[in-house]
């Protein structure tokens, strides 16, 4: 399995806390992803980085914002969390944006 | 707007059946396609992919898929599952001028033993 670790793996909080999450790679690749993953919508895109300090946009990125400030690391905030935010997060990382992605374990994350 | 659509949201089958997962999206263009497989409790892993050349791919376990470029679709297939197989599948499409890629909602698989 490629090697990225997501931390925490559960949390549980209160609602218009800040909560941060954190990706780690040890593979050096390009690429990093934020999902969420949530019962009948798959996978959706959050935030993504192309590199140190290059991120864009997903699908879903209203609330959420994220930061690169090395390659092996990509964090995801939420700065003030809402119930809507409660879902599995995972983080995904390729080489390059045309190779397959490598998903970490997931970070179960519920606000109440 | 850009999507990917599977058929099935719950498929259930018996041992030794076969297995086939419809997935279908809505670009134009050149598109790169994946099948992921997620087992219960666990992170998504790749099954296959396609990126060019031959339509029909052969993955990992058995798995296989057809590009079908006329129906804009990538169908799973499997000639006969196993217990283990039970997990959620999910098709995703990459339109290669994008760095995004779009994970359908996925189908989530029981095989009964």
């Known amino acids: 399995d490629a090697g990225i670790t997501q931390s925490p793996r559960h949390k549980v909080t209160e609602t218009g806390t800040p909560v941060t999450l954190r990706c780690h790679q040890t593979?050096?690749?390009?690429?990093m992803y934020w999902y969420r993953q949530d019962p009948g919508h798959g996978l959706r895109l959050i935030h993504y980085?192309?590199?140190?300090?290059?991120?864009d946009k997903g699908e879903v990125s209203d609330g959420y914002s994220v930061s690169r400030s090395k390659t092996e690391d990509f964090l995801l905030t939420l700065e003030s969390a809402t119930s809507s935010q409660t879902s599995v997060y995972f983080c995904?990382?390729?080489?390059?944006?045309?190779?397959?992605?490598?998903f970490g374990d997931g970070t179960r994350l519920s606000i109440l | 707007a850009q999507s990917v659509s599977q058929h099935n949201h719950h498929v259930i089958l018996s041992e030794a059946a076969s297995l086939e997962l419809g997935c279908n999206y809505s670009?134009?263009?050149?598109?790169?396609l994946f099948w992921y497989v997620q087992y219960p409790g666990q992170h998504l892993q790749l099954l296959l992919k396609?990126?060019?050349?031959?339509?029909l791919v052969k993955g990992i376990k058995g798995f296989e898929a057809e590009f079908i470029k006329s129906k804009f679709s990538f169908n799973l297939r499997k000639p006969s599952v196993q217990w283990s197989d039970t997990a959620e599948y999910f098709c995703?499409?990459?339109?290669?001028?994008?760095?995004?890629?779009?994970f359908g909602p996925g189908t989530s698989l029981s095989v009964i033993p």
């Open positions: 995904a990382i390729s080489q390059e944006v045309d190779q397959p992605q490598h």
């Open positions: 593979e050096n690749h390009r690429y």
């Open positions: 980085s192309y590199g140190v300090k290059d991120t």
């Open positions: 670009y134009g263009g050149t598109v790169n």
């Open positions: 396609y990126f060019s050349g031959d339509p």
């Open positions: 995703a499409v990459r339109k290669t001028s994008y760095d995004k890629v779009i």
